[in-house]
């Protein structure tokens, strides 16, 4: 009889290799290259044995929304290198923290957050990489800054020399109906070409989820964030 760790291993295993046929079938769809697109899997509320057990199977990003949470996993998977992705909402108090454990902050929305992971970045000597969070749609309470204010903020980060913007990242909001959604996807695509148009830097755009990454390779997306798809309902 199949011991039930070895039963979830097989779970997760299946699920990665689903959700990675799904990609590679959208890319097919578009004419992309599987290759230019990066799946992170979404690990908050997920408990560290089961990423590991993604980590045996072939997911290498990670995303994590919640400092203290990402800290306690990062502990256990110490004997992992991950590549980890600050995906959540960062309070100005936790830069600091942040820079010192994240490879990647894809959710810098405001000057005044970068300003501090600046200065964290600047005390421990390191570089960071950034995705700017952009807000589509004008649901209230939901971060990333409008994409009006795009071009000015990202030219406003050019004075902090530990910090370069990679990317650019989103969370769209609900939408009645899948065309509004597919709009959502050309809108960031749009502001992601103009701008890597000048800054070839930026070449990670971040949009899709569980339920709806397929649309957002179609519409240009290089790295899609997928949690329940891969780890089940939270
Ligand atoms: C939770 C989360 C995801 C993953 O959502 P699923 O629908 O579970 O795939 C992606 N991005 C962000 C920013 C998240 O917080």
């Given at each position: 009889m199949e011991s039930a760790a070895a039963l979830q291993q097989s779970q997760v295993s299946a699920a990665v290799h689903a959700v990675r046929s799904r990609i590679a079938a959208a890319c097919e769809r578009v004419g992309?290259?599987?290759?230019e697109v990066t799946l992170v899997g979404v690990t908050k509320t997920v408990p560290a044995e089961r990423v590991r057990d993604a980590l045996d199977h072939g997911i290498s990003h990670l995303g994590e929304s919640r400092l203290q949470e990402a800290i306690d996993k990062m502990r256990v998977l110490s004997d992992r290198a991950p590549t980890w992705h600050f995906i959540g909402h960062l309070q100005g108090n936790k830069a600091r923290r942040a820079v010192e454990l994240f490879?990647?902050?894809?959710s810098v929305d405001s000057l005044e957050l970068a300003e501090r992971l600046e200065a964290g970045a600047e005390e421990i000597g390191r570089e960071l990489r950034i995705h700017v969070q952009v807000k589509l749609?004008?649901?209230?309470?939901k971060h990333g800054i409008a994409i009006e204010s795009l071009p000015d903020l990202v030219t406003a980060m050019d004075a902090l020399p530990s910090l370069t913007v990679v990317g650019l990242m989103a969370i769209p909001p609900r939408r009645p109906d899948a065309a509004s959604s597919r709009a959502d996807f050309r809108l960031l695509k749009r502001a992601f070409d103009d701008l890597r148009a000048v800054r070839p830097e930026i070449e990670h755009l971040s949009m899709g989820m569980s339920s709806d990454f397929e649309m957002a390779i179609e519409e240009g997306a290089t790295e899609v964030r997928v949690g329940t798809l891969l780890f089940g309902a939270r």
């Open positions: 992309r290259n599987p290759r490879d990647v902050i894809a749609g004008d649901e209230p309470g």
